[in-house]
């Protein structure tokens, strides 16, 4: 019985290619094998190259989009509207990230760079409503209940965009939300017809810095796909006088 099973190994060993450990047939998976001449290099370095940029171009076209339009508290142009997009919620609170949003929303609106707030956010279950909790923030940072407008289909950066634009009105916006995601919102929301500034909040680069970098790296694919084919936002509805009424309020 040994001998007819040693056999049977053996000649299962000079059948199968790569290397039977022992006791188990484990197999080694063929290395792929890098091509020989150097033409085939030089045809293989480009097809990397090639698969480089165009990963890359969606990023570099936000980059050159966004040109100088991006400022800081102190130093952008004043407009009428600012534009805080959502950035979730903790136990029903902004999160630190949203906070410092509303932080440099409030500072505009202080130091007069604003007349009016757009809170924009989910508000797609009865237990997480972003718009009400930045509302709720920025009152307690000394902003008007009446200064502050609420967007409840922000779902993501192109509906609030566009409902900015078709639902509120907006036409000319400074945008606040960090820097890692400033520039794909002043694309998208020009697209949508809005002129913008933008903030872009500086933050420490722990590992929710770093999380929002490389998510944006792969947004910015889906940014272009909505520049060009402006689809419809996940909900559209009546169009809203809730910025026109509070900037009359605010004597415009």
């Not at 966004?66 to 508290?73: H, K």
């Not at 009865?126 to 923030?137: C, L, N, Q, S, W």
């Not at 922000?154 to 939300?177: E, H, M, N, P, Y």
């Not at 272009?224 to 689809?231: G, I, M, N, S, Y």
């Amino acid at each position: 019985m040994r001998r007819s099973l040693g056999g049977l190994w053996a000649r299962l060993r000079e059948r199968v290619p790569g290397r039977v450990r022992s006791g188990a047939a484990a197999l080694r998976v063929p290395r792929p094998r890098l091509p020989r001449s150097r033409r085939g290099r030089r045809r293989l370095a480009q097809v990397v190259m090639a698969g480089a940029v165009l990963a890359l171009a969606p990023t570099t076209w936000l980059h050159l989009s966004a040109g100088d339009r991006v400022r800081t508290v102190a130093d952008v142009p004043a407009q009428d509207v600012a534009v805080v997009f959502g950035a979730g919620l903790w136990d029903g609170r902004p999160t630190p990230y949203l906070a410092h949003r509303l932080d440099a929303a409030a500072e505009l609106y202080r130091t007069g760079k604003v007349k009016v707030v757009l809170v924009t956010g989910d508000n797609s279950r009865e237990d997480y409503d972003e718009p009400d909790a930045m509302r709720t923030y920025l009152t307690g940072q000394g902003v008007p209940d009446g200064r502050i407008v609420s967007d409840y289909a922000g779902f993501d950066t192109w509906d609030s965009c566009v409902r900015a634009k078709k639902i509120f009105g907006v036409d000319r916006a400074v945008l606040v939300t960090q820097g890692f995601h400033i520039r794909r919102a002043l694309a998208l929301c020009g697209s949508a017809g809005i002129e913008a500034y933008g903030i872009g909040v500086s933050e420490p680069r722990d590992a929710t810095w770093y999380h929002g970098e490389v998510r944006d790296l792969v947004a910015a694919g889906k940014a272009a796909l909505d520049t060009v084919l402006e689809p419809d936002p996940r909900f559209l509805g009546a169009k809203e006088r809730g910025v026109q009424e509070a900037l009359t309020a605010a004597g415009r």
